[in-house]
């Protein structure tokens, strides 16, 4: 059973355009929501992260929605650059344990 | 520079084999993980421990052991009962619990199995 559902699988956006990355989660104990950016041939890294008690978190270019009603939180990209192509997953834990990730979405930025 | 390795970066070996791909952190962190990853598949999680001299079960154990004798090293035995072995491996790391739940990951292992 999976319990986070990530959506697109892919995505191509242009260059200056917003990626916009979803993801659904049915565990209501989680309470940490990270989103982890990967290029090819490398391990993941941390890119942002939220807890339910916020709606939402920005850095930089990259924001993330939660809603909390609904178990639901998106990536948005801004002002999306092509070395912003990369592999994005989401991820939901509890008490700082274990985390359930999506399948990942493969997002290609073009110039 | 702290963090963590994973050795070697591309692995071959033959069918029937075991193998065990390393991983060692110098983080003083004190959970660590094994992951597999296929091509459009994700993260999935074959062995986690929380704590030295102990291990649980991810949701992809089978054909997969772990070791967990020291804090800063949780290798990772590919058996030969592993029906489909060739995958990217990814091993993690975090402060465990009453931390914020990030994840440090290696640069991964490619195993390839022929």
């Known amino acids: 059973q999976q319990q986070v559902k990530q959506s697109p699988q892919s995505l191509i956006v242009q260059k200056g355009g917003i990626s916009i990355i979803n993801c659904a989660y049915e565990?209501?104990?989680?309470?940490?929501f990270p989103w982890y950016q990967q290029f090819p041939g490398k391990g993941p890294a941390l890119l942002i992260a939220?807890?339910?008690?916020?709606s939402e978190k920005k850095e930089g270019r990259f924001t993330i929605s939660f809603n909390k009603s609904a178990k639901q939180f998106s990536l948005h990209i801004m002002d999306s650059q092509p070395g912003d192509s990369a592999t994005y997953f989401c991820a939901a834990s509890k008490n700082a344990g274990k985390s359930t990730f999506g399948d990942g979405t493969t997002l290609t930025v073009k110039p | 520079d702290g963090g963590i390795t994973q050795s070697p970066k591309y692995l071959f070996r033959k069918e029937g084999q075991n193998v065990t791909l390393s991983c060692e952190q110098n983080l003083n962190h004190d959970a660590m993980y094994w992951y597999r990853q296929d091509p459009g598949q994700g993260l999935r999680l074959i062995y986690y421990s929380q704590i030295v001299n102990d291990f649980q079960k991810g949701d992809i154990a089978e054909g997969y052991s772990v070791s967990r004798e020291k804090k800063e090293s949780f290798p990772l035995t590919v058996t030969s009962a592993q029906k489909n072995p060739t995958a990217f491996y990814l091993c993690a790391s975090s402060l465990g619990t009453d931390s914020s739940g990030e994840q440090y990951f290696g640069p991964g292992t490619r195993l390839t199995v022929t």
């Open positions: 939220i807890r339910p008690d916020v």
């Open positions: 565990n209501t104990a989680f309470d940490y």
